[in-house]
């Protein structure tokens, strides 16, 4: 999504007069024009219009990549050159990468007779979508920024309702070319790879093996219930991805059923044992009630989540039941998690405990990330063990993060991503933190 002009030149006066502003975009109009657009041409429609209201030289949109690391510009940059070399941007030590960490516009202004740089988070419920990029001929005043920001927030929506209909933004995606097992393994994830709501915070991430190999997790929010789970399928390639499109497949359909977790295992275990070829699974099950907070567990021969409370992270070691598919007599016990406001509860799979002695400490990186919101905090922790193995993993390394506020928390400010007490609703005091 690119709109330029060919000159780039600063205009004489900047373009958000009076009788702009008054035609100032609108949440209903852009959508309106997004839908009646193409679904791969909705991003221009908004970029055309960014032009119009704003005298932008030139507007694009980045996509972040699978592994959070990179992004990428759908379409060229126009006529300002960013000195990108490639399509393919890396994000440790931009702008980008300050704009998606804290979830702030950024404004770089270089002095007289350069353009000014806008980046803006495209971000829904906490699920870091990608970038808004302009370059203005003038600095922006408050409300043209508010304006700029509540348009990248649309931009979130339209993107999510657009992408089921093209493939543009999974090929954004995909700054590698994926095998076969690395396709069906993605497939399998969530559409948004985090969540935010009023009681928690959660985020997952999953950095694929050199042979893939069969990691995955998921997560769903009923009315009542946050309910997540982490799997990982025996094997490499091809046989551990179907084997998990199994396991994930069947859990959906017990859980989409209505069924309580010890029902969910056991559907999952009986798919696994009549379909998996004698192949297996390992997973951990969470449910927590959104109404009081009760959490309920089942361990089926997965590593032990950590927890960090007050500072300090601690391994829980809940009962052990077989893996999904051992073709011996067991059963699945639904057990319950210590899960107080303010922990951070950290569920992985055994590719995350897999580096060279000495050069990684999990449990110190997980504290010296607690200020990170999870996606970061989750990115962070997958970067490390991947430079831990010097870019080549053995297996599949997948983590999942949850922020547990607690049920005092009810309501969410939408524009900062704060959450709203009672207190802080009756005082009108609720927007205290940036949207994360």
């Not at 780039?8 to 900047?14: H, I, K, S, T």
């Not at 202004?109 to 906490?126: C, F, H, Q, S, Y």
């Not at 802080?424 to 994360?436: D, N």
């Amino acid at each position: 999504m690119t709109v330029g002009s060919p000159d780039g030149g600063r205009a004489a006066r900047p373009p958000w007069d009076e009788s702009r502003l008054g035609r100032a975009m609108t949440l209903a109009g852009t959508l309106e024009a997004a839908e009646a657009a193409a679904p791969v041409e909705s991003l221009d429609v908004v970029a055309r219009m960014l032009k119009e209201h704003l005298g932008a030289v030139s507007v694009s949109f980045l996509i972040t990549d699978f592994t959070g690391s990179s992004v990428v510009r759908l379409g060229a940059a126009g006529s300002v050159d960013t000195d990108e070399p490639a399509r393919r941007i890396k994000l440790r030590g931009t702008l980008y990468d300050d704009v998606i960490r804290t979830q702030r516009p950024s404004l770089e202004d270089k002095g007289e007779g350069a353009l000014v740089r806008i980046v803006a988070p495209v971000t829904n419920r906490g699920d870091a979508i990608g970038l808004l990029e302009l370059f203005l001929p003038a600095a922006p005043d408050e409300q043209v920024m508010r304006e700029i920001g509540d348009t990248a927030h649309a931009l979130a929506y339209i993107i999510i309702a657009n992408r089921s209909y093209t493939d543009v933004y999974q090929w954004g995606r995909r700054t590698v070319p994926l095998s076969l097992a690395a396709e069906i393994q993605h497939r399998l994830l969530p559409m948004s790879l985090a969540c935010e709501a009023a009681q928690f915070a959660v985020a997952g991430a999953l950095e694929p093996a050199d042979h893939v190999g069969g990691d995955t997790f998921d997560y769903v929010i009923d009315r009542d219930t946050v309910q997540l789970s982490v799997t990982d399928a025996m094997g490499h390639d091809v046989d551990a991805a179907l084997l998990a499109t199994i396991a994930v497949g069947a859990l959906r359909r017990a859980r989409r059923a209505g069924a309580d977790l010890a029902e969910q295992a056991r559907q999952a275990d009986q798919a696994m044992r009549e379909h998996g070829n004698k192949g297996y699974v390992t997973g951990q099950l969470l449910r927590i009630s959104l109404i009081d907070g009760k959490t309920e567990f089942i361990n089926a021969g997965h590593p032990w989540p950590l927890r960090m409370r007050d500072g300090q992270v601690r391994e829980i070691t809940p009962k052990i039941d077989m893996p999904f598919g051992f073709d011996a007599p067991h059963s699945y016990r639904v057990q319950s998690l210590d899960l107080r406001p303010g922990d951070r509860l950290v569920m992985l799979t055994d590719g995350m405990l897999e580096h060279n002695p000495g050069s990684l400490n999990l449990s110190d990186l997980i504290v010296r990330t607690r200020a990170l919101h999870p996606r970061e905090a989750a990115r962070t922790l997958i970067a490390a063990i991947v430079d831990a193995n010097d870019g080549h993993l053995q297996d599949d390394a997948t983590v999942m993060c949850l922020d547990w506020h607690g049920t005092n928390h009810s309501q969410r400010d939408a524009a900062t991503g704060a959450n709203l007490t009672d207190a802080s609703r009756a005082s009108g005091t609720g927007r205290t933190t940036p949207r994360r």
